[in-house]
């Protein structure tokens, strides 16, 4: 294991970068400003993999540890680590901040320094939510990451970028809140430590866990987000741009669900499972209903963000069956999820570059203009509907295995979303791509640039690789998942 403070250089080289990337000034210095932003991206992708070549596959626990006292005086620590559920989205979360920078070469033509510097920032403060064990320094991280996402939304997005920014603060902000209740309460009851390992080892009331997995479950499923506080999540990705969107749903929908893994299922087990069916009952509406809403949806973002709910409803209803095949299919869903929304709405964006629509009626016939496109297209669609040997399939088909033996109805009912997912996936494919020629616009469409197919190319290969081959993926997890779900057995009460 290395002996160099990788985790610290995860979070702060993206975070340096990305101020390095803001000091270029004006957009005279665009040119400068893209180069420095894709450097400091690659840089910090090549600093975790490390992570992952020196990860002890056999150790559940924490690795790469980093400890030092920030604010001794209330016992707070500069306190880090991973283990195999937080290295894998390190990983993926620097793997997409490339991808980011990649896409918005072109696009951005105005603050293009701010844009950059805002996702580059943004990387490192992810990093360091995935990689925190002090409650404060996460919720610092946790709460600051808030603030680039909200400036990307609100400044480079749609019409109503700035009702579609304020929606999704206030939102966050009210589940953040829940959340700095919860800390407080577990600092006190532990006599005055912010370790989130120490918390895991506390006896509490079933009483008392009970109101804190509400607080942790109000805060985290706004950030999946779950049924029904989900609506903020259609209008932030109609809005936001490309980048945005895309950050928003390999990353940013991942912060909730890491957050049932750190705090919810190791700390209030007794709450887990008492509560479970209110969480597998949500998860299954996530599932279904928001399925079929995606179903009638006529702009292609709004469709995919749709069907990002119900994706993550797989995740959570994956965790609290309590089993490891359930747990490691929702954690393969995640990873997955990271590369397939994020491809699907930068081939949207692809569209929208050169039409300024989304609106799937006001396409047709696109694979006769854009022929390379629409076989990427649709590799991408068709992982989004869960087809074998795409990453899309391995994990909804381990969550319902582990549903299966948790209770047929329940993995009937879960299934059923395969159906509903083939089916607003493949029919928004056929009316877009399929077709004659539908008007003008069409007509004059260019297929994808060498640019364009890099991106989509890297993500047809990750796609395709956790498709086919998902052991290493599996591998790397399954001891930190045994270890929890070992730790989630016991009972903590008083």
Sequence with gaps: MSTYPLLSLAIWIPIFAGLVVLSTGGDRNAPLARMLSLVGAVAAFLITIPLWTGFDVANGGMQFVELKGWIPRFNINYHLGVDGISMLFVILNAFITIIVVAAGWEVIQTKV??????????????????????????????????????????????????????????????????FL?????LFIQSGGSFSILEWHKLPIALGAQVWLFLAFLIAFAVKVPMWPVHTWLPDAHVEAPTGGSIVLAAIAL?????????????????????????????????????????????????????????????????????SPMGVEGALVQMVSHGFVSGAMFFCIGVMYDRVHSRQIADYGGVVNKMP???????????????????????????????AVKFNFWVAFAAASSMVIGAAYSLWMYKRVIFGDVANHHV?????????????????????????????????????????????????KIQ
């Excluded at 290493?472 to 399954?478: G, K, R």
Aim: proline share 3%.
């Design 113 to 178: 320094a701010q844009y950059n510097a805002a996702f580059l920032i943004m990387s490192g403060l992810m990093n360091g939510i995935f990689t925190s064990l002090d409650g404060v320094l996460f919720y610092v991280f946790f709460e600051a990451s808030l603030i680039p996402l909200y400036l990307i939304i609100g400044v480079w997005g749609g019409p109503k970028r700035v009702y579609a920014a304020f929606k999704f603060f206030l939102y966050t902000l009210f589940g953040s809140l829940l």
């Design 181 to 185: 209740i919860a800390l407080m309460y």
């Design 254 to 322: 991942k912060l909730g669900a890491y957050g049932f893994l750190r705090f919810s299922l190791p700390i209030l087990p007794d709450a887990s499972h008492e509560l479970s069916g209110l969480v597998v009952a949500l998860s299954l509406i996530a599932v279904v209903y928001i399925g079929f809403v995606a179903l009638v949806q006529e702009d292609m973002k709004k469709l995919v963000a749709y069907s990002s709910i119900a994706h993550m409803g797989f995740v959570t209803l994956g965790f609290f069956m309590f």
């Design 372 to 402: 390379k496109f629409a076989a990427l297209f649709m590799l991408f669609t068709m992982a989004n509907a869960g087809l074998p040997a795409t990453s899309g399939f391995v994990g909804e088909f381990m969550v319902i295995l582990g």
């Design 443 to 491: 007509e004059e469409l260019s297929d994808i640039n060498m640019r364009e197919f890099a991106i989509l190319g890297i993500l047809a290969i990750a796609t395709l690789w956790m498709g086919l081959y998902p052991q290493p993926f599996t591998e790397v997890m399954h001891a930190s998942v045994n270890d929890l779900l070992r730790h989630v057995a016991i009972s």
